[in-house]
Structures are given as C-alpha cells and as structure tokens.
C-alpha cells in the first residue's frame, strides 16, 4: 500500500512518453478463469463462524442502515479523513498509509498515535442516530517488520533475511512482538503476512518475500498467522496484545511479467497454483482474519475483479471466512471502473475496498447501486457479516471496552523486543565467501567505510517510519545501532578498533576494512529495476573496495539489499562478502556478534544463514534459472569454502534510466544528465549531509537542466505521486526563476 512519495530532485526537466497501456496477455495465454478442483483445500477454523457470534452479528445487521452497511465495506486513510467526518460518515476502517501519520505528522512519536487512533474511535462511537451497539473501527496499518510507522519501534529484518533464517518458529515469535507493538498504539489490523513468492528479483517487492520456493514461503504461513492473532477461540476476542492480519496479495504478484510491479502473471493455472498459492492454505487454517487482494493481474484479469479467484476458489474451495480487501485505491485499475466507483470489485467478492481519498463518493455511489440492484443485498450482507466477524474477533461490542495494551509504550522498543531483533540478525546473515578474512580478531585495528557504514536507515530500507524508508537519520532509531557503532563496542570489548570513514580514506595502518554498502531504500514499484547489476554503469563501491585492498587491507564486504544482485565484481574485489539483506534498526548489533571474535579469538557466533532466494549468476536472467549460490548455499567458520574469480562478463556499460529520481544524494539518477546553459554556475554543497546538494549562481539568463532519454511515466502519473523539489533560497532573485517539467 501507499500514499505519496516525495522524489528528491533538484531542478528537474524529465521527458515522459505517451502514455502507455497495460501490456494485454500473450495471445498464447490461458484463460483467466479458476477451476477450483485444481486449487489447494482449506478452511478457516469453526471458532471463527461459532453459532453466538454468528446470530450475535444477524441481530446487528437487522438493525444497521443501508449507509452503514456500506460504510463498514469501505477504508479511508487518516489522511483524508478526520473525526469529525466519523460523527457524519459511518465509514467501518481506518488505515496509516506509508506516508500517513497522525495530524499530518508521519514522523509523529507514539503518543500522538494513541491519541488520534483514541480521538477516531470516540468520534465513530459518538455517531448520532445509531440504533444499535457503536462498531467499533477497524485500524490498519502496514506494520511488515515491525510497528514500523513509529520512530522509537523495533524494526526487525524484512521477511527476506527471515527467510535466510530458515526459522519459522523465529518469525512467529517476532509476528508476536509486532502485534504487541501495533497493539502499544491502539491499533488492531496489520496488512502482514505477505505470502508472494517472488521468482524475478527485479520486482521491487522482493525483499517482502521469505523466499523464491512455494515450500518454504507456506512453512511461514502458519508461525506467523499464529504470532499475529494467537489461537482464534469460539466466541471470544482475540487475546491481549494480538491484532488481526492480513495475508497478501491474492494472487500471484510475484509472478508477474517481467518482475513489474502491478503487472501481469502471465501464467497458466497449474503454475499460479503451484507456485504461488501454497502459503495460503496454511494461513487460513491458522484463522487468517483478512486477505490482500494484489493490485496485480491474471492473464490479463484484475485479481480485484475475477469472481473466479476470489468467490470461487478462495472463498469457497479454501473455505476463507474472513474478509477480503482491496489494496490502496485498486479498484480504479478495473476496466469501467473508478476509484469512487466500482461494483465490479464487489460483486467479484471484495469485502472491503480501500478508498484512501476516494471514500467519500465511493459510499455514496455504492449505496446508489445497492438501491438500483446493481450491486446485490445478498452480496452486500455477506461482505458486511464478514467484517463484523473479524471486529467481533477483535474487541467486545460495548462503547467502552478496553484495549488493554493501548498506550503501554514501554512495549516499543522493548528490551526484550530488541533482543529478539538481534537473534534475528544473526540468524540471517549470510556468508557467500571467507578467504580467511572473517572473522575479525582481538586486538584488530578496523577501518569502516562505505555509504551504509554509519546509517541505520539503509539496513532498515523501505516501509520504515516512511513509505520508502527514505529521509530518515539516525536519530529516528534512538535504539538502533549502526554497523560501525555495533563495531566499535565489539572490537572495543576484545582489545580492537573501529575508525568510521566513510570514504575510506581515513589515514594509518589498518589491519581489515569493513566497507557497508548496497542498496538505498525503496518501496513497491519504485523498487522495480530492469537488471540485477549492482550499480550498473556506475560502480562507486567497486572502486571505494579495489582503493581499500590496494592499500593491502583485507576487504569486507557487508552488502544491504532488498533481493540478490549480480555483484561479481564486487565479490572479486572482496576477500569476505556477507548478505545482510534488510537487517533493521538492530542490525549493527547483530552483524557484529557473528564478525567479531570473542575475547578467546573464538567466535561468538557462527554463520547459519541460508540463501532463501538463488544469487544470480548473470544480471540479465532470472535467478534461480542461472544461479551462482543457489538458494541453501551459505558458508561458515565450521564449514568453510573458497569462491574463485567470477566471470564479470555482462556488466552493464551504460545505465539504465530511473524514472523516478531525477537527483538525489548529490547525483543525478541513473541515465538522466546534468548541464547548465548560459550564465549559471554549479557548485557543490552540504546540505544535511556532505556535498550532497548543488549551489546554483546567475550573473544573467540562465537554465539548468536535467534531462535523458523518453521515458514512460505512466505508473508515476496514476499512482498518486508527485515531483518534490527541495531547495532553499540563498538571495532574492533580481529577475524572474522558472521551475517546470516537460517532454522535448
């Protein structure tokens, strides 16, 4: 899910293309339509439909108007929606989006959550005209690895590094500890699990996947589904400190053409069934309360609208009970639909649509086709029954029934939360090559370099305190540490030395160099790439390694990314190189217990990372078709092995465009370029970290320009972006200053 995204540009002219259509299935491609014998069995457990709740939810309907059976299938985004609206509007569920905070705020610390999440709910109890018991609000939020919304929260690693863990018991125990931190605030739904299996690690959602093989994502399933919600008891709300989960995307996002996001799986069933439905059989029998539909396609068939997939196979042949909702404003990308209106979705057997912005003319013009017959009551009372089957799971129907948990903010953060996070670093961490480099010995003078070396925000990546995970600093984490910091106090307790550069330029004698470095952080489709090089075309870290071990250091690399990238030159250059994937906010603390030797010059801890996900052999194909280290490979101090010189033939010459960042962190984005005309000069400044802005100075008519090769800004254009610029104004202009964006 999203909401906005801020681009950090400077000055930005970008061409777009005529817009383009989405890419209609291969004339060779199988129908659209499920047959539900070919799909997995399952069923959601009886202590969800137990007879009382189901006659207690009968006498609520009999009595609940039109508008506020339609109000309880609808989703607005607190951004969009205050409280007051809740005293008018009788809209069921409230969401966080990713760059949604309370008041405007999305860095807003925890107490002002409590409070705006206290403030909507005493607004839609104080409803005027009800003529029943208030329901209560549903409030969701993408808590994926961790409460992650909330600065202060642990961030634990994303769902890729728990994979490598091979651990699902671990991932249910964290599941666990999200839910009493999602539960700290006054929230009660998170949209976690997700159970795609992604197979092309271009997609930018590959890191919210546990791994690349149907078995291990569906191992998951249950541990997590468990973590989240506990046991679902036959008449009873969910226990203290557990919340309702949601897994998603139904169905095949991450077998979509080409790895693109909200694309098209263009496959026959036997694969979709295969490969991408296994994790959730399991889920549903565990009592998943909620399913994700995928903004994605089948065949050319919005999932959000194919009554063949969502009535007939997942609410009928897997026997799921709860409800289904619709992913951030999706159902616009239905033929003949808009965001204010869809009855498609409804009638396919959407229960909740998520109408962020849209909410409003999407009540009224679905209480319209109600009355019109166009959508059915039967339909409508079904969608209904299964939203209040998931509030009665979730809370007691009496006005002033307790969260307990709400506002115990000693859980964010916990101690004991933390440790939990940390054991989960380590347990991820994979090695892929040791040439005798790892692990660092007592006494060892260390010099830590690259962009990630002191940043805690790189190892967390996306949908961390911002949708994108972008603009955060350190200060955000006040109980994170960096890898130099995690560093520095491990070597510092055996003897050693830590000396942070950056550069690595740092002068001395140093005995290794641990340089982090991988990629910056990215969400949903702006994660999307169309190669698997590691910094195509531009290999700063590649040169920042060769400099480090022509000064005769042993060269450790710790790589962050949110998917396996083909980085054989940088293996190369490496005598060590560790996966770190998305560690989060304990990241640093994690990477160092299993790199440092403890004070005997024995490890503390071992490598037992696995790869969930094949590393690719070629940036041009598919991973797990042409792996290096299939998945399963990873090394250790028990067991090691040499890795030989990689072939580095492929590496790309020139880089593929970015349609999304113009110039950010001092550079311009990949295949754009930038040039001044006339009477304007450049010059490099600081401008919240080192040389990452550009002074620009007219002494008369002048442009700056930042332009590149056409490119489609389709996606861009409908997915509620915008193009931010930030700058500051050094002295008043004499004459006039344009500042716009176009095609030519």
């Known amino acids: 899910m999203r909401r906005s995204l801020f681009l950090l540009a400077s000055l930005a002219s970008a061409c777009c293309a005529n817009p383009a259509t989405a890419a209609a299935p291969s004339a060779a491609a199988p129908s659209a339509l499920a047959h539900p014998q070919a799909w997995p069995a399952a069923h959601s457990p009886a202590t969800l439909t137990d007879p009382a709740t189901e006659a207690r939810i009968t006498q609520l309907m009999r009595r609940m108007t039109l508008a506020e059976k339609v109000g309880q299938t609808i989703v607005a985004d607190i951004g969009s929606i205050a409280p007051a609206d809740l005293r008018r509007y009788p809209i069921g569920a409230l969401l966080a989006g990713g760059n949604s905070g309370p008041y405007g705020d999305d860095r807003a610390p925890a107490a002002r959550w409590v409070q705006a999440i206290r403030a909507y709910?005493?607004?839609?109890?104080?409803?005027?005209?009800?003529?029943?018991?208030?329901?209560?609000?549903?409030?969701?939020?993408?808590?994926?690895?961790?409460?992650?919304?909330?600065?202060?929260?642990?961030?634990?690693?994303?769902?890729?590094?728990?994979?490598?863990?091979?651990?699902?018991?671990?991932?249910?125990?964290?599941?666990?500890?999200?839910?009493?931190?999602?539960?700290?605030?006054?929230?009660?739904?998170?949209?976690?699990?997700?159970?795609?299996?992604?197979?092309?690690?271009?997609?930018?959602?590959?890191?919210?996947?546990?791994?690349?093989?149907?078995?291990?994502?569906?191992?998951?399933?249950?541990?997590?589904?468990?973590?989240?919600?506990?046991?679902?008891?036959?008449?009873?709300?969910?226990?203290?400190?557990?919340?309702?989960?949601?897994?998603?995307?139904?169905?095949?996002?991450?077998?979509?053409?080409?790895?693109?996001?909200?694309?098209?799986?263009?496959?026959?069933?036997?694969?979709?069934?295969?490969?991408?439905?296994?994790?959730?059989?399991?889920?549903?029998?565990?009592?998943?309360?909620?399913?994700?539909?995928?903004?994605?396609?089948?065949?050319?068939?919005?999932?959000?609208?194919?009554?063949?997939?969502?009535?007939?196979?997942?609410?009928?042949?897997?026997?799921?009970?709860?409800?289904?909702?619709?992913?951030?404003?999706?159902?616009?990308?239905?033929?003949?639909?808009?965001?204010?209106?869809?009855?498609?979705?409804?009638?396919?057997?959407?229960?909740?649509?998520?109408?962020?912005?849209?909410?409003?003319?999407?009540?009224?013009?679905?209480?319209?086709?109600?009355?019109?017959?166009?959508?059915?009551?039967?339909?409508?009372?079904?969608?209904?029954?299964?939203?209040?089957?998931?509030?009665?799971?979730?809370?007691?129907?009496?006005?002033?029934?307790?969260?307990?948990?709400?506002?115990?903010?000693?859980?964010?953060?916990?101690?004991?939360?933390?440790?939990?996070?940390?054991?989960?670093?380590?347990?991820?961490?994979?090695?892929?090559?040791?040439?005798?480099?790892?692990?660092?010995?007592?006494?060892?003078?260390?010099?830590?370099?690259?962009?990630?070396?002191?940043?805690?925000?790189?190892?967390?990546?996306?949908?961390?305190?911002?949708?994108?995970?972008?603009?955060?600093?350190?200060?955000?984490?006040?109980?994170?540490?960096?890898?130099?910091?995690?560093?520095?106090?491990?070597?510092?307790?055996?003897?050693?030395?830590?000396?942070?550069?950056?550069?690595?330029?740092?002068?001395?004698?140093?005995?290794?160099?641990?340089?982090?470095?991988?990629?910056?952080?990215?969400?949903?489709?702006?994660?999307?790439?169309?190669?698997?090089?590691?910094?195509?075309?531009?290999?700063?870290?590649?040169?920042?390694?060769?400099?480090?071990?022509?000064?005769?250091?042993?060269v450790i690399s710790v790589f962050i990314s949110g998917r396996p990238l083909w980085t054989n030159p940088e293996l190369n250059a490496s005598d060590a190189f560790v996966a770190a994937f998305l560690p989060g906010s304990q990241g640093g603390a994690g990477i160092a217990d299993v790199l440092v030797d403890g004070p005997a010059g024995q490890p503390r801890w071992d490598f037992t990372g696995r790869l969930s996900f094949s590393w690719p052999s070629r940036p041009d194909v598919v991973a797990h078709l042409a792996p290096l280290f299939p998945v399963g490979y990873g090394l250790s101090y028990a067991h090691p092995a040499r890795v030989g010189q990689l072939s580095v033939a492929g590496a790309a010459k020139a880089p593929p465009i970015d349609p999304t960042r113009y110039f950010a962190d001092g550079h311009v984005g990949r295949g754009w370029r930038l040039s001044t005309h006339g009477a304007v000069t450049l010059t490099r400044v600081d401008a919240g970290r080192q040389e990452n802005g550009r002074e620009a100075r007219w002494t008369g008519q002048g442009s700056i320009v930042i332009d590149g090769d056409t490119v489609d800004l389709t996606r861009e254009a409908t997915g509620d972006m915008m193009l931010a610029v930030e700058y500051r104004l050094v002295a008043p202009p004499k004459g006039a200053v344009t500042l716009g964006m176009g095609c030519g």
Request: charged share 20%; with cysteine.
């Open 121 to 554: 709910r005493a607004a839609a109890r104080a409803r005027p005209g009800q003529q029943h018991v208030p329901i209560p609000l549903l409030f969701g939020i993408d808590a994926v690895h961790g409460n992650n919304n909330i600065p202060g929260a642990t961030i634990f690693p994303h769902n890729i590094g728990l994979g490598a863990a091979h651990d699902p018991a671990l991932a249910g125990r964290i599941a666990a500890a999200t839910a009493q931190e999602v539960a700290a605030i006054g929230a009660d739904w998170t949209f976690a699990p997700t159970l795609a299996v992604p197979r092309n690690l271009r997609w930018g959602r590959s890191y919210e996947g546990f791994g690349e093989t149907p078995a291990l994502v569906a191992s998951y399933a249950a541990p997590v589904t468990l973590g989240i919600q506990g046991r679902l008891v036959a008449g009873q709300p969910l226990a203290p400190g557990h919340v309702a989960g949601t897994a998603k995307h139904f169905i095949g996002d991450g077998g979509t053409a080409g790895g693109h996001d909200q694309g098209d799986a263009r496959l026959d069933e036997a694969t979709l069934v295969r490969v991408h439905a296994q994790g959730y059989p399991p889920a549903i029998d565990a009592g998943i309360l909620g399913v994700m539909v995928s903004f994605s396609s089948w065949n050319g068939v919005r999932d959000i609208a194919n009554r063949s997939l969502l009535t007939t196979v997942l609410k009928g042949r897997m026997g799921f009970e709860g409800l289904v909702v619709g992913d951030w404003n999706a159902q616009g990308d239905v033929p003949g639909c808009k965001t204010t209106d869809c009855p498609a979705a409804y009638l396919a057997g959407v229960d909740m649509l998520m109408a962020p912005d849209s909410w409003k003319a999407l009540l009224a013009n679905t209480v319209a086709e109600v009355r019109a017959g166009i959508i059915p009551m039967a339909r409508l009372n079904d969608a209904v029954r299964r939203v209040l089957r998931v509030k009665m799971k979730l809370r007691r129907f009496t006005g002033g029934a307790a969260r307990p948990l709400t506002g115990r903010l000693d859980l964010l953060g916990a101690p004991a939360h933390r440790a939990l996070a940390r054991e989960a670093v380590r347990e991820s961490l994979v090695l892929l090559k040791n040439d005798g480099a790892l692990p660092l010995k007592p006494g060892e003078r260390v010099l830590v370099a690259g962009d990630g070396a002191d940043s805690i925000a790189k190892l967390c990546g996306g949908w961390t305190i911002s949708w994108q995970g972008t603009g955060n600093s350190n200060a955000d984490f006040p109980h994170g540490r960096s890898v130099f910091a995690g560093l520095r106090a491990a070597l510092g307790k055996v003897g050693g030395t830590a000396i942070l550069s950056p550069s690595g330029t740092a002068p001395g004698q140093f005995d290794a160099a641990v340089v982090v470095y991988g990629e910056n952080p990215y969400a949903e489709f702006q994660g999307d790439i169309d190669t698997l090089e590691f910094q195509p075309g531009r290999k700063t870290d590649l040169a920042l390694l060769r400099r480090l071990r022509a000064r005769g250091l042993k």
